[in-house]
C-alpha cells in the first residue's frame, strides 16, 4: 500500500511540474494564431526607378500551430493562410489613375524556434511560402491580370518574433500577443518575370540587370494555446509516459 501511495504521489508531482516547465520534461501545444501589418514586395531594381514609387500596404495570415518544447525550448511548426498586398504608384501620373497593386495568396510554413520565458518568448526560424494565387491590377480594382506565371512557386524567408504572455504563462492555457518580421531570402519572382518586368510588368525594368523581389512583411501577432500533454517519467521508477490535460 504503501508503494502505491508513493507512486501516486510521484504522478501528481509530475502533473504540478508540468506548470512548472522543467527541463526534463517533454510537453505538446497546439492553439489558434492570426497576424496582421505591412506588407511589401521589395526589390531594388522598382526602389531605384523614378517611373514607380512603393505605397504603404498590409496583409493578414491565419492558422494554426503546433509545439514540441523541453523546460523553455522547442520548435513551433505554424501552417498559416496568408494574404499580402503592394501598391505601386506611377510617379509622372499624379491623380494615382495609373497607379497598380499587386496581391498574393499563400500557404505558409513556419518551423521556428521558440525560446520561452517567464512573461514572453523570441522566436527565430525559415518560413517556407507555397504560392496560390498571384494578380495585378488597376488600383481601384479593374483590369486585374493573372501573374501568377511570374512567381516563383515557393520562397524561403527568415523570421524573427517575440512578444509576451497576456493570459497566462505556464499550464494548459496561454494567450500571446508579439510582433514578427519576415524578409524573403530567395527571389519571388522567376525568370519569365524578370523577361516580363513583374511584378508590375514594365518591361524596362530589369533593363539594368536582374535583382531579387523579397516578399517582406512587419506587424502583430496573436496566439491562444492549449497544452496537449507531456512525456516524462516519475521519479518512483517506470516508464515515460504521454500525459493528457
Not at 23 to 30: I, N, P, R, V
Not at 216 to 243: D, M, P, Q, T
Request: contains cysteine; glycine residues 14%.
Amino acid at each position: 500500500m504503501k508503494k502505491l501511495l508513493g507512486c501516486l504521489l510521484c504522478i501528481f508531482m509530475l502533473g504540478q511540474v508540468y506548470g512548472q516547465r522543467a527541463a526534463k520534461f517533454w510537453w505538446f501545444d497546439t492553439g489558434v494564431k492570426a497576424q496582421f501589418g505591412a506588407t511589401s514586395l521589395y526589390s531594388q531594381a522598382i526602389a531605384d526607378n523614378n517611373t514607380w514609387a512603393y505605397d504603404v500596404t498590409t496583409g493578414y495570415s491565419y492558422g494554426a500551430k503546433f509545439g514540441i518544447n523541453k523546460g523553455t525550448s522547442g520548435l513551433t511548426i505554424d501552417v498559416m493562410l496568408a494574404q499580402g498586398e503592394q501598391d505601386f504608384e506611377y510617379v509622372p501620373n499624379q491623380d494615382g489613375s495609373q497607379d497598380l497593386k499587386a496581391s498574393w495568396n499563400s500557404i505558409d510554413l513556419y518551423t521556428l524556434y521558440r525560446n520561452n520565458r517567464q512573461l514572453g518568448y523570441v522566436e527565430l526560424g525559415p518560413k517556407f511560402s507555397f504560392l496560390n494565387k498571384a494578380e495585378l491590377s488597376n488600383i481601384d480594382g479593374t483590369g486585374t491580370q493573372d501573374i501568377a506565371e511570374y512567381f516563383e512557386s515557393n520562397v524561403v524567408s527568415a523570421v524573427l518574433g517575440f512578444g509576451a504572455y497576456f493570459i497566462g504563462s505556464d499550464g494548459a492555457f496561454s494567450g500571446i500577443v508579439g510582433l514578427r518580421l519576415e524578409y524573403g531570402l530567395t527571389d519571388a519572382i522567376n525568370a519569365d518575370g524578370h523577361g516580363a518586368g513583374a511584378p508590375i510588368l514594365d518591361a524596362a525594368l530589369y533593363k539594368d540587370g536582374v535583382t531579387s523581389t523579397a516578399p517582406i512583411f512587419a506587424g502583430v501577432s496573436f496566439e491562444l494555446n492549449w497544452g496537449i500533454g507531456y512525456l516524462g517519467k516519475a521519479s518512483c521508477g517506470g516508464r515515460s509516459k504521454f500525459i493528457k490535460f
